[in-house]
């Protein structure tokens, strides 16, 4: 396994392989790896001859209250499990190496698809993360790109944008992990004291209902967003940002559930935010 | 030769190509070709296996109020030119193979370079720029991409953007191909009447005054500036947009001329808004 820091260096590196044959899969992170990101790069190792896993911290995507400061960060530990999983390059460059002195270019993907959820409470994110994920896109060019779909909007930027400006690779997005009692795995569960964790339990539990709902018949987004509400007002702690019922691919709001419908939640849950999120096929 | 209108089409093709181990050449174009545009066709010729011609005329980079709906073309001239030259293929999308429904994602190119001069006097120009080069950059993925400098600004910010996002290849600038009387080609050229098109010469015998001034040893600005200002103040249909000696990298203004300097005009003569531009290297 490699590491490399610098674009170019990494980029020429690929370049070569490729020109051997070589299929490369992309699995871009900011790190503090857990079972999750783990799960990407699998899916990745089994469908690509080389396997490059990006950890940066992308300082774009925070907003001015957000906390890029105190976003954990563990190189070391994170390097030995990709070690572990057959990884053969950790991107890892510093803030400068994509963001040198007289940086100037930002892509920017409007309209409903980060107009609402993420995009609304957090102004400039997804334009952070479509610009270093169009970087990524450039330095690595991989066949297949690997995101996970806890993140769901970020997904459906990423296809949104790698389809309007011509990438021309596969997105790969993967399916949420759980720990056993459903707490979808995030980095920032690392903020959360032992009451939060249990706490925090109510975003998995109150998408769980709405699937049952939905699979007990009920199409009505607005009763299914409603008993979402009322569920996580039960947990004092908990403070809603957004609970959204959605189609999965434009983001569109929907009244009556129909397709491929996406139930998108952001809680804080004391001082972490927290998102999750449930995809289902609705007849 | 052969004419491709649909990008993903003319994508997988090159893409096969460049698995033989061809290069490819790319010259962007809004069609309604001249000697200018065939001074890149040529040198491309020279340097790549291939070569891919784009011919569209990008809506997105036009402001409500300029010359979308007249801005003259010819697609047959154009192809019999290409194939003349030897051009492999010519990409010649509809607006809506380009941005079709839904399409969303933009590139902007922020700070001095796209700040001033054109950028100043045509909002949202060089964002059209930057996302339709963008766009042709990952379909045709060149080894070379050829531009004209009379378009200086233009070079400037496609370099900002290809260096900014990682794009891995060449970006060439070829010189300014003039009328035997000095008049800089420009498929806009042709709304000029025959005697706005004599006026239209102040434009490049003014650049040219002020080559003779520095290589006298004129080193302000602000004197080659007044000098080139007073002198197409003394014809009445000229219309100045604006004057810039800038540094030709960054497009900062210079108030004392040192490097590479660029001298930059746009003019209205008549209806039609003309550049041109002198590039000098001052010591």
Wanted: aromatic share 8%.
């Amino acid at each position: 396994m490699e590491v490399d820091q610098n674009p170019r260096v990494l980029q020429q590196k690929l370049k070569a392989l490729k020109k051997t044959g070589k299929s490369v899969g992309l699995v871009p992170t900011m790190g503090f790896l857990h079972e999750g990101h783990l799960s990407l790069v699998r899916q990745a190792r089994r469908e690509n001859d080389v396997v490059a896993v990006s950890i940066f911290v992308n300082p774009i995507q925070f907003g001015p209250k957000e906390d890029l400061a105190s976003y954990p960060r563990d190189f070391e530990r994170d390097a030995a499990l990709l070690e572990a999983e057959g990884v053969d390059f950790i991107f890892a460059p510093e803030v400068a190496d994509m963001y040198p002195e007289g940086y100037g270019t930002y892509v920017d993907v409007e309209g409903e698809v980060t107009g609402r959820l993420c995009g609304a409470s957090r102004p400039g994110h997804f334009r952070g993360v479509a610009t270093v994920v169009s970087k990524l896109f450039n330095i690595v060019a991989p066949e297949r790109a690997y995101f996970g779909s806890k993140d769901a909007q970020q997904v459906a930027v990423i296809r949104r944008m790698a389809s309007d400006l011509n990438f021309d690779f596969e997105i790969v997005a993967c399916p949420i992990v759980r720990e056993a009692d459903g707490l979808a795995l995030s980095s920032r569960n690392v903020y959360l004291s032992e009451s939060k964790r249990q706490d925090a339990l109510v975003l998995s539990q109150s998408l769980f209902m709405a699937r049952e709902m939905i699979e007990a018949g009920e199409r009505s987004a607005f009763a299914v967003r409603d008993a979402i509400s009322e569920r996580i007002r039960q947990v004092p702690s908990a403070e809603v940002d957004y609970i959204e019922v959605v189609d999965a691919f434009s983001l569109e709001p929907l009244e009556t559930l129909s397709g491929t419908v996406l139930i998108a939640l952001a809680v804080k849950v004391g001082k972490p935010r927290l998102i999750d999120n449930l995809q289902i096929e609705v007849k």
